[in-house]
């Protein structure tokens, strides 16, 4: 009888065991999450004396899908967001004998970006790194009188690059928290105009960084 119930516990052991191991996978399928932090761009343009910094909320969402083997996590993600940053300007100025007279307005627009991220789990704690493709879209409009007549005009910016960061995330059974630091370089840019494309490094040489400070909650599926 003792020997039967010895078997009968240590089977039970063995068949627990992968429910068990299934179960510390904290980090492990897919997941989905919202996001808000700090959002900085930096811009600079070969001889042109300009302040182009601009700091303001971020805001946005993202989903992915992590693979957990050991204490090795390795995971795709893709993200579609935005943020508070832009400007406002007047303008009254005389161009070839025509007089402009109204403002000048850049927003943030859209911005999405898709990659991977490799991390290591220890306990309930991520420690990740993460790359991609990052793109962003500014939108210009302009709006007021040339020579009296009213009118108005809008252009897009779009700029893509490189993204790179690193974060902490911490899992609360299937909801989880995170913090992470990203940096973008955009190296390519064009201009879209009346259906038109010009590519950025035609009109000069600009250098257009970000920085984010971003935290987020999401909840594993």
């Known amino acids: 009888m003792k020997k039967t119930t010895t078997l009968a516990v240590l089977g039970c052991a063995v068949i627990a065991t992968p429910a068990l191991a299934q179960e510390e996978k904290a980090f492990d399928g897919p997941r ?22 601009s700091e303001d909320v971020f805001y946005g969402a993202a989903i992915g899908y992590d693979f957990q083997s050991t204490g090795l996590l390795f995971g795709a993600e893709a993200e579609i967001a935005s943020s508070g940053n832009g400007g406002e300007i007047d303008i009254n100025e005389t161009v070839d004998g025509s007089v402009y007279d109204g403002t000048v307005s850049l927003e943030d627009g859209v911005n999405w970006y898709v990659g991977g991220r490799v991390g290591s789990v220890l306990g309930s704690n991520l420690f990740y790194f993460k790359a991609g493709f990052a793109h962003t879209t500014l939108d210009l409009d302009v709006e007021g009188t040339v020579d009296g007549e009213p009118g108005s005009e809008s252009a897009d910016f779009n700029f893509s690059g490189l993204r790179l960061g690193g974060g902490v995330e911490r899992s609360f059974g299937n909801a989880y928290g995170k913090i992470e630091y990203r940096y973008t370089a955009y190296s390519d840019g064009d201009v879209e105009f009346e259906g038109e494309s010009l590519d950025l490094v035609e009109l000069g040489e600009y250098d257009l960084n970000r920085h984010q400070i971003v935290a987020g909650v999401g909840f594993r599926f």
């Open 32 to 53: 989905a999450e919202v996001l808000a932090g700090y959002d900085r761009f930096d811009l600079d343009v070969e001889g042109i004396e300009v302040d182009g910094n």
